[in-house]
């Protein structure tokens, strides 16, 4: 059985860091499978067996990076410091790091500039035209702000590999060394009719600015992950707990599985549970993404972080900690933006080239402007090749598909759609066929009583003397005289009808001489007049029934003292949102498709109701799978919809499988959508957002490789000075976060 492993790589800035990242940790014996994440900081390895902390640290290292695993640091609280948390901390180390060095560096290179630039340095101190003092103001910035760069391109050169840091230690330290040369030994440029010029403005100025960009993008990141912030959020904080008799508030991380929780109006629910006393409406939105407060009852279960909108409660806890379901829900979350989408790796791989070309087209634009350039031509040779070099680096590239990835499992998380990986994501906008399972999927998947008809008014009206014989009337003399004698009964029929009479609030009355009679139906004395409910008999006919039965509807027929009085149609009732959604993806193009195991008479009748435009009845469970499979062979990308055991293979076996979140594990566990809410709008939403997701991801790539194709030769031309150059590479960055970050306005 496979294994996965989670921890965080600290010191990555661009594609090509994901890239030499992902090839050191697949090296690692055991390994077979790697992925790491740009946007989220995170590693993720697929292996055999558990791999040792040390062999992961030390392949890290050899990339150059650093490996971050949990520790136990807040031991004064007893409690695990998670990765989560220490990505946070390392987060806020940098960004307060990268503060104070942007603000020194630009700082200390606007001084440089005031002081070399011309048409300014005429207004500037004596001291700041001073070639000296700006070597000091320049060494500063060099090897202390930028101190992280050369330890990074230090270390990737050591292993033969390259990266933006690279790049920007390459392009700064040439103008650096350059400058010294010009400030110490100014005669022997002189001696060769060259401008005894320093450019520390162009290394200061270019440091100061990547770091800036390193820093905004740094806090653009941080609102892709917000979708996490904001389940995190949601966990209550506390418990009241009824513990010997008495009750006491707890922290949320005391609550135990089996401990009684008491909830009163306006509280948040602490962990799952099911109801052992009382009864509520519950708001569950935050979970489902489900406006409508949800009513629940004795033996109902409750979903951790949903609000109690009115009535107080007792339950029984049953998942604690990271059981819950929102803790499920976060840990889903946070795999599927760690995940990698097909796209992605190819991003990947072309900038793993990219560095080493760009190396050369640097090196190639010195020798040009260098043999065919103007005077001096060795100062224009080497701003050129600096230029190229700044504006090549691929942290747009690297950036455009994990932050849309991140942005839209968030957005689907929110509207209670749980995306597995980026894979699901990016394939199901393609879906062209959607597979629905019938039963708990496209209907409510229990019971329901749909139509009860009076045929016989005297023999019901003779049981409720006094009542007015009114339609409504006997209707309900007639469901509570059949709802008595079904109470004895344990056949899903005879819960239909109960449940029917609750909610009616009907009165039962007493029955005896109850008998179930196998196959034929039950029968009792009720008020000294014998009731047989089941089979119409062969004596008698009613057309009605059989327009019933006709629509899919199972029939009992209700007999006082032998004469046939009324009958109950039951049926798997449709869900609310099954029609619309239907409805929706046929207007989209997409083929819908239901497949049941009941008779092809009661999945027609489903399937007319609903505009599905192909029926499978009669199928199988075991068949399913290969009714699925039957489509791909036609070249279709197929999405199959389920909820039950029986559709795990299915649903394994379809291009995408998307569970119901009222279905089994089983049946989760093996499609790439879980739709918590239930409602079948979200099978829609899921595809809109695809859509839209892939949409911001091909415009992010657009913009990255437009950004480097167009700016290149830009820059090979010299059209463009190292300090545009630097300032463009930030802004590619930030541009393709912003776009990611718009996604959240989508409308799915």
């Not at 050369?150 to 650096?176: C, E, P, Q, W």
């Given at each position: 059985?496979?294994?996965?492993?989670?921890?965080?790589?600290?010191?990555?800035?661009?594609?090509?860091?994901?890239?030499?990242?992902?090839?050191?940790?697949?090296?690692?014996?055991?390994?077979?499978?790697?992925?790491?994440?740009?946007?989220?900081?995170?590693?993720?390895?697929?292996?055999?067996?558990?791999?040792?902390?040390?062999?992961?640290?030390?392949?890290?290292?050899?990339?150059?990076?650093?490996?971050?695993?949990?520790?136990?640091?807040?031991?004064?609280?007893?409690?695990?410091?998670?990765?989560?948390?220490?990505?946070?901390?390392?987060?806020?180390?940098?960004?307060?790091?990268?503060?104070?060095?942007?603000?020194?560096?630009?700082?200390?290179g606007g001084l440089i500039v005031?002081?070399?630039?011309?048409g300014i340095m005429d207004f500037?101190?004596?001291?700041?035209?001073?070639?000296?003092?700006?070597?000091?103001?320049?060494?500063?910035?060099?090897?202390?702000?930028?101190?992280?760069?050369?330890?990074?391109?230090?270390?990737?050169?050591?292993?033969?590999?390259?990266?933006?840091?690279?790049?920007?230690?390459?392009?700064?330290?040439?103008?650096?060394?350059?400058?010294?040369?010009?400030?110490?030994?100014?005669?022997?440029?002189?001696?060769?009719?060259?401008?005894?010029?320093?450019?520390?403005?162009?290394?200061?100025?270019?440091?100061?600015?990547?770091?800036?960009?390193?820093?905004?993008?740094?806090?653009?990141?941080?609102?892709?992950?917000?979708?996490?912030?904001?389940?995190?959020?949601?966990?209550?904080?506390?418990?009241?707990?009824?513990?010997?008799?008495?009750?006491?508030?707890?922290?949320?991380?005391?609550?135990?599985?089996?401990?009684?929780?008491?909830?009163?109006?306006?509280?948040?629910?602490?962990?799952?549970?099911?109801?052992?006393?009382?009864?509520?409406?519950?708001?569950?939105?935050?979970?489902?993404?489900?406006?409508?407060?949800?009513?629940?009852?004795?033996?109902?279960?409750?979903?951790?972080?949903?609000?109690?909108?009115?009535?107080?409660?007792?339950?029984?806890?049953?998942?604690?900690?990271?059981?819950?379901?929102?803790?499920?829900?976060?840990?889903?979350?946070?795999?599927?933006?760690?995940?990698?989408?097909?796209?992605?790796?190819?991003?990947?791989?072309?900038?793993?080239?990219?560095?080493?070309?760009?190396?050369?087209?640097?090196?190639?634009?010195?020798?040009?402007?260098?043999?065919?350039?103007?005077?001096?031509?060795?100062?224009?040779?080497?701003?050129?090749?600096?230029?190229?070099?700044?504006?090549?680096?691929?942290?747009?590239?690297?950036?455009?598909?994990?932050?849309?990835?991140?942005?839209?499992?968030?957005?689907?998380?929110?509207?209670?759609?749980?995306?597995?990986?980026?894979?699901?994501?990016?394939?199901?906008?393609?879906?062209?066929?959607?597979?629905?399972?019938?039963?708990?999927?496209?209907?409510?998947?229990?019971?329901?009583?749909?139509?009860?008809?009076?045929?016989?008014?005297?023999?019901?009206?003779?049981?409720?003397?006094?009542?007015?014989?009114?339609?409504?009337?006997?209707?309900?003399?007639?469901?509570?005289?059949?709802?008595?004698?079904?109470?004895?009964?344990?056949?899903?029929?005879?819960?239909?009808?109960?449940?029917?009479?609750?909610?009616?609030?009907?009165?039962?009355?007493?029955?005896?001489?109850?008998?179930?009679?196998?196959?034929?139906?039950?029968?009792?004395?009720?008020?000294?007049?014998?009731?047989?409910?089941?089979?119409?008999?062969?004596?008698?006919?009613?057309?009605?029934?059989?327009?019933?039965?006709?629509?899919?509807?199972?029939?009992?027929?209700?007999?006082?003292?032998?004469?046939?009085?009324?009958?109950?149609?039951?049926?798997?009732?449709?869900?609310?949102?099954?029609?619309?959604?239907?409805?929706?993806?046929?207007?989209?193009?997409?083929?819908?498709?239901?497949?049941?195991?009941?008779?092809?008479?009661?999945?027609?009748?489903?399937?007319?109701?609903?505009?599905?435009?192909?029926?499978?009845?009669?199928?199988?469970?075991?068949?399913?799978?290969?009714?699925?499979?039957?489509?791909?062979?036609?070249?279709?990308?197929?999405?199959?919809?389920?909820?039950?055991?029986?559709?795990?293979?299915?649903?394994?076996?379809?291009?995408?499988?998307?569970?119901?979140?009222?279905?089994?594990?089983?049946?989760?566990e093996a499609a790439g959508i879980?739709?918590?809410?239930?409602?079948?709008?979200?099978?829609?939403?899921?595809?809109?957002?695809?859509?839209?997701?892939?949409?911001?991801?091909?415009?992010?790539?657009?913009?990255?490789?437009?950004?480097?194709?167009?700016?290149?030769?830009?820059?090979?031309?010299?059209?463009?000075?190292?300090?545009?150059?630097?300032?463009?590479?930030?802004?590619?960055?930030?541009?393709?976060?912003?776009?990611?970050?718009?996604?959240?306005?989508?409308?799915?």
């Amino acid at each position: 059985m496979k294994t996965k492993q989670t921890f965080a790589i600290k010191g990555m800035h661009c594609a090509s860091c994901v890239y030499t990242s992902e090839k050191a940790l697949k090296a690692i014996p055991g390994v077979t499978d790697a992925v790491v994440n740009l946007a989220t900081g995170k590693a993720t390895l697929t292996t055999d067996s558990m791999i040792e902390k040390n062999k992961i640290i030390d392949a890290v290292k050899s990339a150059g990076y650093q490996a971050m695993f949990p520790s136990y640091a807040k031991a004064s609280e007893g409690k695990e410091e998670t990765l989560d948390d220490k990505i946070k901390v390392e987060k806020m180390k940098e960004l307060k790091d990268l503060r104070i060095k942007v603000f020194v560096s630009l700082f200390l290179g606007g001084l440089i500039v005031w002081g070399s630039f011309p048409g300014i340095m005429d207004f500037a101190p004596i001291l700041l035209r001073n070639f000296y003092f700006q070597f000091v103001l320049a060494t500063i910035v060099q090897f202390w702000a930028a101190g992280d760069l050369y330890r990074a391109a230090i270390s990737s050169l050591k292993h033969r590999t390259a990266n933006m840091d690279t790049l920007v230690v390459i392009g700064t330290t040439v103008a650096f060394l350059y400058s010294i040369f010009v400030t110490f030994f100014p005669n022997f440029f002189m001696d060769l009719k060259i401008e005894a010029m320093p450019y520390f403005d162009v290394s200061t100025v270019i440091i100061g600015l990547i770091l800036l960009g390193r820093y905004l993008e740094a806090q653009a990141k941080a609102g892709t992950g917000e979708a996490i912030k904001k389940l995190i959020g949601l966990q209550a904080k506390t418990a009241r707990v009824i513990r010997n008799k008495k009750e006491i508030d707890i922290s949320i991380n005391e609550v135990i599985a089996g401990d009684l929780i008491r909830v009163r109006p306006g509280e948040k629910i602490p962990v799952d549970g099911v109801i052992v006393e009382g009864e509520s409406a519950i708001d569950e939105s935050m979970v489902t993404g489900e406006s409508m407060p949800s009513s629940k009852y004795k033996g109902d279960t409750v979903i951790g972080a949903t609000m109690n909108k009115s009535g107080s409660f007792v339950y029984k806890a049953t998942k604690v900690g990271s059981d819950t379901m929102l803790s499920q829900i976060i840990k889903l979350v946070e795999e599927a933006q760690g995940s990698k989408a097909p796209i992605q790796r190819l991003a990947d791989v072309i900038s793993s080239y990219f560095v080493p070309i760009v190396i050369m087209l640097a090196i190639g634009t010195f020798v040009g402007w260098y043999v065919f350039g103007t005077s001096p031509v060795f100062v224009h040779a080497m701003l050129r090749a600096i230029a190229v070099l700044i504006i090549a680096c691929p942290c747009a590239m690297g950036l455009a598909t994990p932050t849309a990835i991140m942005v839209g499992t968030g957005i689907g998380a929110q509207h209670g759609i749980l995306i597995k990986d980026a894979e699901s994501l990016e394939t199901a906008h393609k879906i062209n066929v959607i597979i629905f399972d019938k039963t708990g999927t496209l209907t409510k998947g229990k019971p329901e009583i749909t139509d009860i008809v009076v045929i016989n008014k005297s023999s019901i009206s003779k049981f409720f003397i006094g009542k007015q014989q009114t339609e409504k009337n006997l209707i309900s003399s007639l469901l509570s005289i059949v709802a008595s004698i079904e109470k004895n009964s344990e056949h899903p029929l005879a819960e239909a009808i109960v449940n029917k009479a609750k909610e009616s609030k009907l009165q039962l009355v007493k029955v005896s001489k109850f008998k179930s009679i196998t196959g034929q139906g039950v029968e009792g004395i009720v008020n000294g007049k014998k009731v047989y409910i089941g089979r119409i008999s062969k004596d008698d006919s009613f057309s009605q029934g059989e327009n019933l039965k006709d629509q899919g509807k199972t029939v009992v027929y209700v007999y006082i003292e032998n004469k046939l009085s009324g009958l109950i149609a039951i049926a798997d009732t449709i869900k609310d949102s099954s029609l619309e959604a239907i409805l929706s993806l046929n207007r989209m193009g997409i083929d819908t498709v239901m497949i049941t195991g009941d008779n092809e008479a009661t999945a027609k009748a489903i399937g007319k109701k609903l505009g599905i435009k192909k029926v499978l009845a009669e199928v199988m469970p075991q068949d399913k799978e290969q009714e699925v499979k039957r489509f791909q062979k036609e070249g279709r990308i197929v999405a199959m919809v389920g909820d039950g055991i029986n559709d795990a293979p299915a649903l394994a076996a379809a291009d995408i499988g998307i569970a119901m979140g009222s279905g089994t594990d089983v049946a989760i566990e093996a499609a790439g959508i879980t739709l918590v809410n239930k409602n079948l709008m979200s099978v829609v939403s899921a595809i809109k957002l695809s859509k839209q997701t892939m949409k911001t991801i091909r415009l992010n790539l657009f913009w990255a490789f437009a950004y480097n194709v167009v700016l290149v030769p830009v820059a090979m031309m010299g059209l463009i000075s190292p300090i545009l150059a630097s300032g463009a590479m930030a802004f590619s960055s930030i541009s393709v976060i912003t776009n990611s970050l718009l996604l959240k306005r989508a409308k799915i």
